[in-house]
Every structure is written in C-alpha cells, then in structure tokens.
C-alpha cells in the first residue's frame, strides 16, 4: 500500500480534511475556492492513491466510509 510522501500528497489530505470538517463537497467549495469537480477530482485522486474509498457522494448525500 502506497504512504504518503510528498507536497502533491498533502494537499489531497488537506482538501479532504476540509470537505470532512464542514460536511459535504458544497460545503467545502467556497473554504476550498474551487469548483465541486475539482474538489471531486482530488478526492479521487488521494482514494487512488490510498488505495480505498474514504468517503460515499452524490445525491445521497455525503458520508465518512468506515
């Protein structure tokens, strides 16, 4: 399983934290100042290179995974 080790890592880290902190995508898009996709794209990145699901989106809702 891939560790985290750099700058690029982080910030994957720091975008979610704050997606986690305010509750949901929406939320954290104007503490973030970027688009839901973008915010999107990067979680998908950081669950990529983790290698597992951190959270559940969509309409739905937004949920922590276990």
Same mark, same amino acid.
């Given at each position: 399983r891939p560790m985290i080790?750099?700058?690029a890592d982080l910030k994957l880290l720091?975008?979610?934290?704050t997606i986690v902190e305010t509750?949901?995508?929406a939320?954290?898009?104007?503490d973030l100042n970027l688009s839901l996709s &973008?915010?999107?794209s990067y979680v998908t990145a950081l669950e990529t290179r983790l290698g597992f699901t951190l959270c559940?989106?969509?309409r739905g809702g937004f949920?922590? &995974?276990r």
């Open positions: 080790t750099d700058q720091r975008i979610f934290l509750g949901g995508f939320a954290a898009q104007s &973008t915010i999107s559940k989106r969509g949920a922590l &995974t």
